[in-house]
């Protein structure tokens, strides 16, 4: 990158010697450039919460624009951006300078909502082919452009460029348009609408029709008399004008911090400044802890209780997800680490401190599709977090804290926590067996052949069904037992049988749910076979080996699936047309996903995310836009 | 008219689905019919897919929210010109839903079909809803599929309907008095002589539904 801007401006310095013919003034020109040259990391706003930062943008040559423009994260910002002029497009004709980072980011605060990707400029020219929607507009910022279109802005500085939308929250738009809808004499509006639509219906009726759309002569009254129009604006239309005042607002907030005051997540986030650093394609950073003061039911709670919300944010700050992303020939590692606070982080070391329970492996078949296990230590982890959100509670004043965190010390006090802690210990594990027929039965339409008459009859049937085992360590079969007797009493839906207890028609008022209480764990499956046949375990047949002895390694966390044969087995249907062409490109292919973890210290937990397919995929930048999308999904 | 599309939805993912439909008509023109949909054969899946919050980006509806929609039909059915003994009978165990109501003619039975439609869906003007399905002139009926049905099996996509294939739609029209013919060469008449039936496979149906278009002639002797 250097070398290139390096040699941009020797050209450009060579210029001016030739006609200035002044070395002075060549030395100022060269020292001028290159001051002047920004990263596309710097252009990320310090208010984004979640970052994607592909590191080698090259991989994304082959994709074609169209395909670009269908992920959720180009969607959201720029929906009319791209239209037919990128058809036939691929990114390398796009003007992107692929010696810089593409970063995608996302950010929510309580006053607005904020997403777009920053990315680096070769060729302008080539750029506004793509970006043709745009138009210049004005700024006040000093060495910065300003194209807009819509509610989308393109600004660029230097050979780096953003694309940003911010939007203000629907919570703020409403506090604000109904303040002033209701100062105007109006009373509290209500939408009659929302509970419709809530229901479930995308709204296709007819806007005229209920009322929503003005009448014509409306707009003819609004060409007569412009200033009625502004006093008198209906809920909605006002709601309009706050929405794009604010936007207004809060755009140009966002954009004063960026470019006159300089500051972006780089100056505001060291560990994203770390991750940036390390030479892999691609690493992702989501900071929790954002997330915790921006969560919608925590606004209320700080408003009532701010000492207490103080303290809660304390508590959670450092909390950041930091990941590297390394694409090999036929594998894709995910390196995370999840950082804390050393006050979370104390509950969370102690939460982890427990080891993998080996019982487990006897219900595991060495045949499973996918199997996960985690080992949590809840009698230490809850002792922790009493020793320290307690303290917190009891400083408030408020009599409802005060009554909590009473009835908390008392449980504490009187509840046998051993005897709790014995019965659920925390860890758990669970299987995934594949797609097995199973017996049901049906009603069956019959004719009369002599009328044609209908009867019906009962007959015997076969559906498939995923098979599932899940089941928890217990030190304490007695206690589940009791329940289940006690259930057993109650319906006769619950039937012990010599070593497990089967409840009728429970898996999707359907199919049996078998429960196995013994061996120190309590074990739910739908596995006809592992109840009846193997109800001390499969065995022989039971994991062993390397899979095995990983998971006895592992720590926190350990699991892995045949993400293969189980995609092709997963219906379609489950899916909508984007998540399919994402799994269409991973159906057929035999590939293998394992996740580790390391221990956890008092200020991070490592995890390890490793994908391996057999074969190369014909493209792997659209593998790593996959993973943008669905992280950037996932952290919305 | 969400309604009514993921109503088809959820249909067309329980691939087995059987459907009974039934009309009797006397010679006076009055007549019941009725309407049976049998989802027995995927109750599991039926039940997997209402545990599910949203399919194909639509909210599923919740078996309150059939019930309710049903009994909405029934209601405005039952309000209808010349329909009564309108009884509906659900079973969310093995979902099988039962419709049934009796006509004093063909045109007020057809008549009152489509004010519930146009009521419900918001659909009006259409060729579809103009369209009778229907027609009865004491001796001949002729009997087609409703193009507001037809309207909405032509947009689903080839890997929808391929869902459809063990899916079965059984047409019979019952009569006082003996058939005499008909034109459609794979229904069947009943030993009695007084019924017939087409049986046509769900997924064929959607690539032709002419499959149940049938006309059928009456002897003029009633029978004794």
């Keep these: ?636 | 008219m969400k309604f009514i599309y993921l109503g088809i939805i959820l249909l067309l993912f329980t691939s087995c689905i059987e459907i009974y439909d039934d009309i009797t008509i006397k010679s006076d023109g009055t007549g019941t019919f009725k309407y049976n949909i049998n989802l027995s054969s995927s109750k599991v899946k039926v039940n997997s897919i209402l545990a599910l919050d949203s399919l194909d980006g639509k909210k599923v509806p919740s078996i309150k929210d059939i019930q309710a929609k049903i009994n909405t039909y029934s209601q405005k059915l039952s309000e209808k010109e010349g329909i009564s003994n309108v009884k509906i009978e659900s079973n969310f165990t093995d979902f099988i839903v039962k419709f049934q109501c009796d006509f004093k003619s063909i045109e007020a039975l057809q008549k009152a079909i489509k004010e519930v439609i146009i009521d419900e869906s918001g659909t009006k003007d259409s060729k579809e809803i103009d369209h009778n399905w229907l027609e009865w002139d004491g001796i001949k009926l002729v009997r087609s599929i409703p193009k507001i049905t037809t309207q909405y099996t032509e947009k689903l996509k080839t890997e929808d309907s391929e869902l459809l294939k063990n899916g079965s739609y059984v047409s019979i029209s019952r009569f006082d008095r003996n058939v005499e013919k008909f034109d459609n060469s794979n229904a069947q008449l009943s030993a009695n002589k007084m019924a017939v039936m087409l049986r046509a496979n769900a997924h064929s149906l959607t690539q032709n539904t002419s499959l149940l278009e049938n006309t059928i002639y009456l002897t003029n002797q009633k029978k004794p």
């Excluded at chain 1, 290139?4 to 060549?26: D, G, P, R």
């Excluded at chain 1, 329970?357 to 230490?380: C, M, Q, S």
């Design chain 1, 1 to 636: 990158l250097y070398f290139k801007n390096y040699s941009v401006h020797l050209l450009k310095a060579k210029h001016f010697a030739l006609t200035m013919k002044n070395t002075i003034i060549i030395l100022f020109t060269f020292i001028g450039f290159t001051s002047f040259s920004q990263h596309s990391e710097e252009l990320i706003p310090s208010e984004a919460v979640s970052v994607f930062s592909i590191n080698n943008i090259s991989l994304l040559k082959k994709i074609s624009l169209d395909e670009l423009v269908k992920y959720e994260f180009m969607q959201e910002v720029q929906s009319e951006l791209f239209d037919g002029s990128t058809s036939g497009k691929t990114i390398k004709d796009s003007g992107l300078d692929f010696d810089q980072k593409l970063n995608v980011y996302y950010g929510k605060n309580e006053l607005f909502e904020l997403s777009g990707f920053t990315f680096g400029i070769s060729n302008k020219k080539q750029l506004f082919t793509v970006f043709d929607d745009f138009e210049k507009a004005k700024t006040n910022i000093t060495g910065v452009e300003l194209y807009s279109s819509y509610m989308n802005h393109l600004l660029i500085k230097g050979n780096s460029g953003i694309v940003i939308r911010v939007e203000p929250t629907y919570e703020k738009v409403s506090e604000i348009t109904d303040s002033i809808w209701v100062a105007r004499g109006n009373s509290m509006f209500f939408d009659e609408s929302y509970n419709d639509y809530e229901e479930g219906d995308d709204y296709d009726g007819d806007y005229e029709e209920e009322g929503i759309v003005k009448d014509e002569n409306f707009e003819i009254l609004d060409e007569m008399n412009p200033e009625n129009d502004l006093l008198n604006k209906n809920y909605w239309e006002l709601r309009d004008s706050v929405t794009t005042e604010l936007q207004s607002l809060y755009f140009n907030q966002v954009l004063n911090n960026l470019f006159v005051k300089e500051i972006n997540l780089i100056k505001v986030s060291p560990k994203f400044t770390l991750q940036l650093t390390h030479p892999v394609d691609g690493i992702f950073y989501l900071d929790n802890s954002k997330n915790f003061s921006n969560a919608k039911g925590l606004w209320h709670f700080q408003t009532l209780f701010p000492t207490l919300y103080d303290d809660m944010l304390d508590l959670y700050t450092g909390n950041i997800m930091v990941g590297d992303i390394v694409l090999g020939e036929s594998s894709v590692d995910v390196f995370m680490e999840a950082n804390y606070g050393s006050e979370l982080g104390s509950i969370y070391q102690k939460l982890n401190s427990a080891k993998f329970d080996k019982k487990v492996l006897k219900y595991v078949h060495k045949n499973n599709t996918g199997f996960f296990a985690y080992n949590i230590n809840l009698k230490e982890g809850y002792q922790r977090a009493y020793d320290i959100v307690i303290p917190l509670l009891e400083d408030e004043k408020d009599p409802r804290i005060s009554y909590n965190v009473l009835l908390a010390e008392l449980l504490n006090e009187y509840v046998n926590t051993d005897a709790l802690f014995d019965t659920y210990k925390g860890s758990m594990f669970g299987t995934f067996n594949g797609v097995k027929k199973v017996k049901t039965t049906r009603i069956e339409f019959f004719y009369d052949e002599e009328t044609f008459e209908y009867g019906e009859r009962e007959v015997e049937s076969e559906e498939e069904m995923p098979i599932f085992t899940v089941g928890f360590s217990t030190n304490r079969n007695d206690i589940p037992e009791k329940v289940l007797r006690h259930f057993g009493r109650m319906t006769s839906r619950f039937k012990k049988q010599e070593k497990y207890w089967v409840v009728e028609e429970a898996v999707l008022n359907s199919l049996p749910l078998y429960i196995i209480n013994r061996n120190g764990l309590v074990v739910f499956t739908n596995d006809e076979d592992l109840a009846l046949n193997h109800a001390d375990g499969y065995g022989k047949q039971s994991l062993s080996g390397k899979y095995a002895k990983k998971a006895q390694k592992s720590k926190f966390m350990y699991g892995y699936f045949d993400w293969g044969q189980t995609l092709n087995k997963l219906p379609r249907e489950m899916f909508n047309s984007k998540q399919n062409e994402i799994l269409d490109a991973m159906r057929g292919k035999a590939g293998f996903m394992e996740l580790t973890s390391s221990k956890t210290t008092i200020s991070k937990t490592d995890f390890h995310l490793k994908y391996t397919f057999d074969g190369s995929y014909d493209n792997s930048g659209k593998y790593l836009l996959d993973l943008v999308n669905s992280i950037y999904v996932l952290s919305k």
